[in-house]
């Protein structure tokens, strides 16, 4: 499964480069069910003028469209960062399958960095989540954006 991660991350990373070369925060994320990819999705916000547009949302929004359903049971969501609690909530009411997380997020990750949203004991949604996947590529497409807006 750790190849197959790997391969499914470069995608969510592609879609990261596509967001950065449209001027957002580059967080890329796809949607897959059954080892398929149903659903891409990028950082929208500024393009949108959105602020729920995040990778994830943006993502799941397509595989939603693609299953024809809300409830994502068999979906796994791939995402360059940890989701932030925004994310990590619409992934629970999704009933996502599975989540795949390249970078940790020290500000504002909500799936055991800062919060720990996701799997908490009180809710009711449990999945597997496997975080690091990547993570220095996914980390360092952030550092740069953020080092060449700084200069």
Same mark, same amino acid.
């Not at 897959?32 to 003028?49: D, F, P, S, T, W």
């Not at 595989?63 to 024809?68: D, F, G, T």
């Given at each position: 499964?750790?190849?197959?991660?790997?391969?499914?991350?470069?995608?969510?990373?592609?879609?990261?480069?596509?967001?950065?070369?449209?001027?957002?925060?580059? =967080?890329?994320?796809?949607?897959?069910?059954?080892?398929? =990819?149903?659903?891409?999705?990028?950082?929208?916000?500024?393009?949108?003028?959105?602020?729920?547009?995040?990778?994830?949302?943006?993502?799941?929004?397509?595989?939603?469209?693609?299953?024809?359903?809300?409830?994502?049971?068999?979906?796994?969501?791939?995402?360059?960062?940890?989701?932030?609690?925004?994310?990590?909530?619409? =992934?629970?009411?999704?009933?996502?399958?599975?989540?795949?997380?390249?970078?940790?997020?020290?500000?504002?990750?909500?799936?055991?960095?800062?919060?720990?949203?996701?799997?908490?004991?009180?809710?009711?949604?449990?999945?597997?989540?496997?975080?690091?996947?990547?993570?220095?590529?996914?980390?360092?497409?952030?550092?740069?954006?953020?080092?060449?807006?700084?200069?």
């Amino acid at each position: 499964m750790a190849e197959t991660d790997e391969i499914l991350m470069r995608e969510a990373l592609a879609e990261a480069r596509a967001a950065a070369e449209a001027g957002e925060v580059p =967080i890329g994320a796809i949607a897959v069910v059954h080892g398929e =990819i149903v659903a891409r999705g990028q950082n929208r916000v500024l393009r949108n003028c959105d602020p729920t547009a995040h990778a994830e949302i943006v993502a799941m929004r397509g595989a939603a469209a693609a299953v024809h359903n809300y409830r994502l049971l068999e979906c796994g969501l791939y995402v360059t960062l940890e989701p932030c609690a925004m994310c990590a909530g619409a =992934i629970i009411h999704a009933r996502v399958d599975r989540l795949v997380y390249g970078a940790a997020d020290p500000k504002a990750g909500a799936a055991g960095s800062v919060l720990e949203v996701l799997n908490h004991p009180q809710l009711n949604h449990k999945m597997p989540v496997t975080s690091g996947v990547l993570a220095g590529e996914c980390g360092d497409l952030l550092r740069e954006f953020f080092r060449e807006r700084r200069v």
